[in-house]
Structures are given as structure tokens and as C-alpha cells.
């Protein structure tokens, strides 16, 4: 069974950054459309960005959008989230996700939590102000 391990939060300052990543460990995560969502106390889980199956494809929450860079490195089996200009708001666990690119249904349904097929235990992200 897939399963997603995020590493990388932390406690920083407004303004800061900081760099989530996530693996897994006896799969090949290259064929995976992978996302980042997260979910701050008392809130739904909301998606943040997703990078495709060979990086074609890029997307972004309006809220991070300028400020947030998702990437891969199919070499160490990892995709990053670099998080720069941190706010208060963007306190949250974050939650690394992904399903095989066979089973992937469109890009615009790349905001869809239930689109995908496995999941982190997530780390955590706070942002002091």
C-alpha cells in the first residue's frame, strides 16, 4: 500500500519559507499526479497546488499563487513545495496526495480531494505573526 510521507514543517515568522517535501518509499512516484492540500484547525481540507505526471502541468490555489512553487525531482523520488512570503493564514497541516496517472480524470479536477487515491499522515506548518 502507497503510502505518502511529508516532511518539512515547522515553526517560522511571517514573511518567512520554508520547504515541504514528499515521498515514498518501494514506489516510483514519477507517474503520479501528486498535490498538496492542507487543512487549518476548524476548516475543510483545501487544495494548494498539484504538479502532473512529468511536470507538464502546474497548478495553484488563488491564495498562494506568486508565492508557492511546487516541483519534482523524479531522481530522489520527491516533490517539493517551496512556501516563501509566509503568512499567519497559512497555518495548517499540510497533507501530501496522489493517484497514478492512469487514473487521473482531468486537470480540472485537480482541486478535488476525493480525486485522489493516496494520502500522508501530514506535517505541520505554522506561521507566527
Known amino acids: 500500500q502507497l503510502q505518502f510521507v511529508e516532511s518539512g514543517g515547522g515553526l517560522v515568522q511571517f514573511g518567512g519559507s520554508l520547504r515541504l517535501s514528499c515521498t515514498a518509499s518501494?514506489?516510483?512516484?514519477?507517474?503520479?499526479?501528486i498535490a498538496w492540500f492542507r487543512q487549518a484547525p476548524g476548516k475543510g481540507r483545501e487544495a494548494v497546488s498539484y504538479?502532473?505526471?512529468?511536470?507538464?502541468?502546474?497548478n495553484y490555489a488563488d491564495s498562494v499563487q506568486g508565492r508557492f512553487t511546487i516541483s519534482r525531482d523524479n531522481a530522489k523520488n520527491t516533490v517539493y513545495l517551496q512556501m516563501n512570503s509566509l503568512k499567519p493564514e497559512d497555518t495548517a497541516v499540510y497533507y501530501c496526495?496522489?493517484?497514478?496517472?492512469?487514473?487521473?480524470?482531468?486537470?480540472?479536477?485537480?482541486?478535488?480531494?476525493?480525486?485522489?487515491?493516496?494520502w500522508g499522515q501530514g506535517t505541520q506548518v505554522t506561521v507566527s505573526s
Open positions: 496526495a496522489g493517484v497514478p496517472g492512469r487514473l487521473w480524470t482531468g486537470d480540472s479536477r485537480w482541486s478535488i480531494a476525493g480525486e485522489y487515491d493516496f
Open positions: 518501494r514506489y516510483t512516484l514519477d507517474s503520479y499526479y
Open positions: 504538479i502532473s505526471a512529468g511536470s507538464g502541468s502546474v
